[in-house]
């Protein structure tokens, strides 16, 4: 069962424009998202993350914008540079759970 | 920074093998996690762990599997008789707090069976 679904496998992006990733979820418990970024042969590494009693958090380059009616959230990337290329995930958890759900990660390539 | 320091990074076993994979956590983290990645597939969830016990897990964690926490800085996950469909990138995780707290990964060990 995905609870958490991201459709879009890869996404290029010219550098120094906006890089947009979406993020579909199922479970209405969800209440706390994440997004991580990896690169090969690492772990995954935080990003951002957003909390279901706010519509946006931004830090840097990075704004994360959460939907709830829509279960949707998505992650912008202003500008988007080279050494943004990476596999993106999207995560969600409910405080009633011990288990964050993990997207099936979009792959960003910047192109200088 | 302090970081979640997994080994050996890469594993090659036989089918049928017992393979033990080895985390050391951040020392101040209270809940410790398990997760793979199937090559081209999503991060899956294995099992959670929260003082000493564990506290959830997956369909995917069957009784081939256990974690210990054998001395209060490594986090084990043994799979007693590995099959060719445990290959797979595993991923130890930690965080200080459940609740809205995001999880620090380590760089993952990629176990390969033959």
């Known amino acids: 069962d995905q609870q958490v679904k991201q459709n879009s496998p890869s996404l290029s992006v010219q550098e120094g424009r906006i890089s947009i990733l979406n993020c579909d979820y199922t479970n209405s418990m969800f209440d706390y998202f994440l997004w991580y970024k990896k690169y090969p042969a690492e772990g995954p590494t935080f990003l951002i993350s957003i909390s279901s009693i706010k519509d946006k958090n931004e830090d840097g380059r990075f704004t994360v914008f959460l939907n709830k009616s829509a279960k949707h959230l998505s992650l912008h990337i202003v500008p988007s540079q080279p050494g943004d290329s990476a596999v993106y995930f999207c995560?969600?958890?409910?405080?009633?759970?011990?288990?964050?759900?993990f997207g099936t990660g979009t792959s960003l390539t910047v192109i200088p | 920074e302090p970081e979640v320091t997994q080994t050996p990074s890469h594993q090659v076993t036989q089918m049928g093998q017992e393979v033990i994979l080895r985390c050391v956590p951040i020392?101040?983290?209270?809940?410790f996690y398990w997760y793979r990645q199937i090559l081209g597939q999503k991060v899956e969830f294995l099992v959670s762990?929260?003082?000493?016990?564990?506290?959830?897990k997956s369909e995917i964690f069957d009784d081939q599997f256990s974690v210990e926490r054998p001395d209060g800085s490594n986090f084990t996950l043994k799979i007693r008789s590995t099959k060719l469909e445990d290959s797979a990138m595993y991923f130890c995780?930690?965080?200080?707090?459940?609740?809205?707290?995001?999880?620090?990964f380590g760089s993952g060990t990629q176990l390969s069976v033959l």
């Open positions: 995780a930690s965080t200080t707090d459940r609740v809205n707290e995001k999880l620090f």
């Open positions: 020392s101040n983290h209270l809940y």
């Open positions: 995560a969600a958890s409910a405080y009633t759970g011990n288990q964050f759900y």
């Open positions: 762990f929260y003082n000493n016990e564990i506290s959830e």
